[in-house]
Structures are given as structure tokens and as C-alpha cells.
């Protein structure tokens, strides 16, 4: 993960409804956060959630407007296969346009 002084804000704000999950998400740091230890252990490593990890380090690294967005989609796209995503942004999904 980059160090960094500047927390790096998704384009969006994404709501959970997962039990003990943070209920908003705002930064990519805070993600990376919630697969590396808010995750049952067993499905951290779940292709859906690797793969978002993926997508949000490599967005953190090249802090690009288009990779904040894929990995924002990724993450909600994981959230939302589990069940875990806030019933608002349901209907969002899929929206966001780079």
C-alpha cells in the first residue's frame, strides 16, 4: 500500500449494510482496510474481494481518476454479491461513468 499523508477519497461514498462493517466507506485506504480485517477471514480470499483489493491498491498507487472508478465498482460489486450493500446504493449500481 503507498504511504501517504493525503487520504485518497473514492469518487463516491459507498453505504453498507453488512453486520460489523463500517457503514460508509469514503477512502480507498478505508476499503483495503475493511477486506484486510473487517472480512470474514474466510472470504477475504474469495476471488471478488482479491480482486478488488487489487483494483484499489493499484488505484492508490496511480491515484488516476478512471482507476478510483473501477475499483469503487469492483469493491461495490463485491459488497453487493454478500448482500452487503445499503439497499440506496442497490439501484446506484453500475452508474458511475469515469
Known sequence: MVESSERLSLP???????K?????????TEA???????LPIELRSLKRWTFAREFLVHAERSRKKRDLT?????????????????????EQQGTVRS
Open 12 to 18: 463516491e461514498v459507498i453505504r453498507t449494510s453488512g
Open 20 to 28: 460489523g462493517l463500517r457503514p460508509k466507506i469514503r477512502t480507498v
Open 32 to 38: 483495503i482496510h475493511l477486506i484486510d480485517e473487517e
Open 70 to 90: 473501477s475499483a469503487m465498482r469492483q469493491l461495490r460489486q463485491a459488497l453487493s454479491q454478500e448482500g452487503w450493500l445499503a439497499p440506496e446504493q442497490m
